[in-house]
């Protein structure tokens, strides 16, 4: 049974930092393309960022360009987001998803997998 399990969410302040880590276990980690997507109270899912199956390739969001890092470790298992400089708008339940094409795509409808979401809250 696949299982993607989020962690690292909270309270912060804006300006402040959070690292957020995915586990997965199930699949052949190393063989899917993992993204990052976030959604708010009365807005649809949003992508975020996303890693290819290699970690040759990140995507972001042009909103999260320069503020936001993804990576992953295969070794692990894991796939990482890095937020920095955090801010209101940033809040909402951030989830990791597992796409086996493996090319990260930002189009939510191309994951198979999806965990149950962590929540970030910014205050400002």
């Known amino acids: 049974q696949v299982q993607l399990v989020e962690s690292g969410g909270g309270l912060v302040q804006a300006g402040g930092s959070l690292r957020l880590s995915c586990a997965a276990s199930g699949l052949t980690f190393s063989s899917y393309g993992m993204g990052w997507f976030r959604q708010a109270p009365g807005k649809e899912r949003e992508f975020v960022a996303s890693?290819?199956?290699?970690?040759?390739?990140?995507y972001y969001a042009d909103s999260m360009k320069g503020r936001f890092t993804i990576s992953r470790d295969n070794a692990k298992n894991t796939v990482y987001l890095q937020m920095n400089s955090l801010k209101p708008e940033d809040t909402a339940v951030y989830y990791c998803?597992?796409?086996?094409?493996?090319?990260?795509?930002?189009?939510?409808?191309?994951?198979?997998?999806w965990g149950q979401g962590t929540q970030v809250t910014v205050s400002s």
């Open positions: 890693i290819t199956w290699s970690g040759a390739n990140t």
């Open positions: 998803a597992a796409d086996l094409v493996g090319i990260a795509t930002s189009d939510h409808n191309e994951y198979e997998y």
